[in-house]
């Protein structure tokens, strides 16, 4: 982790298992302390549960009652302050397609635009 920057709480949904564990793994290395669901769902109960996280970072198209873009307006709804990372392979989403102050990710994710995804947020704190 850069020694200037500090370590954040992610919530990270991805139903693909190696892409979930990769991305977990990338995160953990920058410094981050990472929770992982395979759905929304899952997500909501960790929610649910009362842990405060920074960042959601969430691929779209997942199985479960809702798709990542629902669970992104769900977590922005609950005005939390948790800052939202949007992620896909498959669908191109323009800005006002996504929650107020989110941001999308195409994949596969290069390191670097995530670093740089988490950074331009720390930045305006």
Do not use: Q, W
Not at 46 to 53: M, N
Not at 57 to 73: E, F, H, K, N, Y
Not at 91 to 104: V, Y
């Amino acid at each position: 982790m850069d020694r200037n920057s500090r370590s954040f709480e992610i919530l990270l949904v991805e139903d693909d298992a190696i892409i979930r564990m990769d991305l977990s793994l990338c995160l953990f290395d920058l410094g981050h302390s990472v929770r992982e669901a395979a759905d929304a769902d899952k997500a909501v109960a960790l929610i649910s549960d009362g842990i405060d996280f920074d960042f959601l970072v969430t691929d779209i198209d997942m199985p479960g009652s809702m798709d990542g873009l629902a669970l992104a307006r769900y977590v922005r709804d609950m005005g939390t302050g948790c800052h939202i990372v949007v992620i896909s392979g498959g669908t191109h989403l323009a800005p006002m397609d996504l929650p107020p102050g989110s941001l999308f990710l195409r994949k596969p994710l290069i390191l670097h635009d995530l670093k740089a995804a988490l950074s331009k947020f720390e930045a305006r704190h």
